[in-house]
DNA sequence: AAAATA
DNA sequence: ATTTTGA
DNA sequence: GAAAAC
């Protein structure tokens, strides 16, 4: 993913053909975002007792930020006996101080109560959320499986996955200074201040229109008393002057001297190399040499490297993906009756042109162990035909199944793509990077859902349902404290597994936060 | 570097 | 003021 | 166990 340049000025519109095969139809009742509280919503937290404290005992005071738009949900705070304060820093939120329980951790209660975190929740999702997901007891996936209604995204929240980030935004340049930062954070090997960076421009990134001035921002954001514009992942100080420099000068000076340094130049390169990370390219490209040549000939760096690389760093058109997934396939099918497959990764978001290709691959009724044999098996097969010409993750394929099934269900690969009128022979031919990963039909659509991205959509993701104590990651989600498993065999899709999660439905094309 | 928590 | 930041 | 991979 990070394998591209600063340069990352994704060429226009090309209509992002709809051939996934990943069925995504499901009837929504779009009726209520105004969503009204019932009565078994309500009802388990209603402890008892008095009325300031009603239910939610009178252990730690809370905080929750909660949108005024959303009257239900004040009304509903007030009918807690929560307590509603204006902020001062913005005008639209209200700071809702809550006597909560402590949130996560053993609890040995009589009746059923909700984490705090429901409000906050709630109010990143602009609506009122079933309490089911929250409940501090015994938490049951199975009844709370109620929504087949998408949530509408929220373009305020601080999270990326309720927000619409399309692939052009109309406020690139804003946006491409700020990577420039963040590279730069990432390259120095400050890895905060880089996620900070990346953050601010997944924010801008997000914004519908053109940035002017400060007072574009504050049509889609809030301000606060001092009449200060404030934006959730900018902060007062260091990136906000960053942004008012761009806003008053058309530019970001630092950003300016990073990109024309040759270290950041050098930086860029080096990562670009296969099995070269954040860590070596700082330690190489701080030893004093200005070019990867330089490395190649002190024997740090392989011209082989080199020269995969430069093929590596060529964006692949929408038309060649998806004729290297229909080789993979048409192969697939030699060893698999009829198999499920998404093309995911930049390809399903839209983007014009792709970094790698990725390939997940599913069948009904087939385990993960016979998927992964599987995959073994498909591996050698491309392998032979000569078209997987390199493995980076090496799949252990010891025919005689000695027990050890350690056959692996990610297949990071090279295969030599012949760019079709390649009138010339050999020489027409360009290495590209393909995953190919199988899994358990049961985790198909949270699979795509995990490889379709972009980073921080993902990061995001995880980051929200972890604070119902969900864990996710690309096979499974499970109950971090009890450590089950969630049931995710009804999920009949990846917009019915959003649902599921209480996830507003963001089409791929508008995950582009990176 | 920013936001959440204590 | 300290902790968290995706898995 | 660190770095790199996604």
Redesign the pocket.
Known sequence: ???RAPSDKSTTDEECDDSDEIAQNQDQDDNSSQATLSESDLAPAEGGGDHSGSGINNS?I????IPLNSPSLNQLATSLGLLITHSDIDVNDVIVKSECL??KHKQQHAHPSVC??WL?DSAAAGRILPIALYVLDDYNPNNSEDGSDDLPPNPQS?NACFRIHPLNSPNEHLVHALRI?KQD?VARD????????S??AA?VKSFPHRIRSKDDIRLQLSYDSNDTV?????????????IEEYLNYGRISEAETIQNSASHKLYNAL?S???????????LSRTGASSLGELVERGSITQEDVTLAQHLELGIPRTEVSSIAGVVMENARTLLPHPTHAIC?GYRRGKSES??I?ILITHHGYTLQQMNEFLANLARRLQDMGFLTKL??QLSLSDGHSDKHDYQS?L?GVVASSSKYGTTDSAQVTFR?V?IIVCHPHSFHLEVL??T?S??Y??????F???RNL????SCVYD?HTNNEVDLSGIRSERHLLAFLHLPWIAPENRNCD
């Open positions: 993913m990070k394998r730690t809370k905080t929750a930020l402590p949130n705090h975190h906050r601080k930062l954070r400050e890895r905060w201040n880089a996620l900070a960076y953050r601010a924010m404030h934006t959730k992942n900018i902060g007062e100080k260091k990136i906000r002057a960053k990562c190399i296969q099995g070269i990370g954040p860590r070596r390219a700082y330690e990764g970094n790698d990725d980076m993750r990610t990071l990077r995953d995990a490889w991205g980073v921080m993902e990061r995001d993701l995880r980051a349902v972890k604070r864990k996710l990651n690309a971090e």
